[in-house]
């Protein structure tokens, strides 16, 4: 299995991003998809999430912010960012939900300047 993230960069406050996630050598069909991250320091989390139906969670944090949607054919997981604050900034990694261990991939990093 491989999960490679992209789309990550510098951004200013305010600004916007897409992050996508390519899967490869998994039913990504069938599995319910996270994005997630993990900041200097602190531990990784849950941001957003999508089930097989295109249902979707949102931490609070970035709720009417973030948009997590996906393309079952194409076999990718995107993240639309707006209005982007410092405190986003962090290495954002896509996994199933709940995440598998064994699939974590490098990440892609986010840094949002003040």
């Known amino acids: 299995v491989q999960l490679q993230a992209s789309g990550g960069g510098l951004v200013q406050a305010g600004g916007s991003l897409r992050l996508s996630c390519a899967a490869s050598?998994?039913?990504?069909?069938?599995?319910?998809m996270g994005w997630y991250r993990q900041a200097p320091g602190k531990e990784r989390d849950l941001v957003a999430s999508i089930t097989t139906g295109g249902s979707a969670n949102y931490a609070d944090s970035v709720t009417g912010r973030f948009t997590i949607s996906r393309d079952n054919v194409r076999r990718t997981l995107y993240l639309q960012m707006h209005n982007m604050k410092p405190e986003d900034t962090a290495v954002y990694y896509c996994n199933k939900d709940p995440p598998n261990s064994n699939y974590w991939g490098r990440g892609t990093e986010v840094t949002v300047s003040s």
């Open positions: 050598g998994m039913n990504f069909r069938i599995m319910s």
